[in-house]
């Protein structure tokens, strides 16, 4: 992220919706299955995103990952077994963790922005993800992604 700041701990409350974040609820299932106002979860999901020092506009991939990276959710359990990811594969799986915006992901990945799209739709394919953020709670859950990221000491300018 952007700073080496210490995480503020999360409340009780926060850390509920960050354990629904972590699930691979979205923000308008974690209102329905909490009975919280959208208003009010997308306020909590704020709060989770400043206590993490993420930027504003920081993506839900990208939360999700620092809950986990920093042990403020329960590490999810595979369900099935890790496929086997090509090092540029999991190049591009540490970019969608850490990055927010779809250039510096392609930067990180070392690939041209023009191809980021169809690399990471073969990516979600080869992994059976849905989107990016389950891509991430895969990657956590097949112990991919447990090496303490580098976003630490990156600057802001990316995020």
Not at 21 to 28: D, K
Not at 67 to 75: D, E, R, T
Not at 85 to 90: G, Y
Not at 107 to 132: M, N, W
Request: positive net charge; hydrophobic residues 40%; charged residues 20%.
């Amino acid at each position: 992220m952007t700073t080496s700041a210490p995480i503020t701990p999360l409340t009780p409350t926060l850390q509920r919706v960050a354990q629904h974040l972590a699930n691979g609820l979205t923000p308008p299932e974690i209102a329905t299955k909490t009975g919280l106002s959208a208003v009010t979860v997308r306020q909590y999901i704020r709060d989770i995103r400043e206590s993490l020092h993420c930027p504003p506009r920081c993506k839900l991939p990208v939360i999700v990952h620092r809950l986990f990276a920093v042990q403020q959710v329960a590490s999810p359990t595979a369900g099935r077994p890790a496929p086997q990811l090509s090092p540029e594969e999991r190049l591009l799986l540490r970019a969608v963790a850490e990055h927010n915006d779809a250039r510096d992901i392609a930067v990180a990945a070392k690939l041209a922005p023009a191809d980021l799209r169809a690399a990471l739709d073969r990516l979600l394919g080869d992994t059976g993800a849905q989107d990016t953020t389950q891509l991430v709670i895969l990657a956590h859950g097949w112990k991919l992604l447990t090496a303490e990221p580098t976003y630490a000491a990156r600057s802001g300018a990316s995020q």
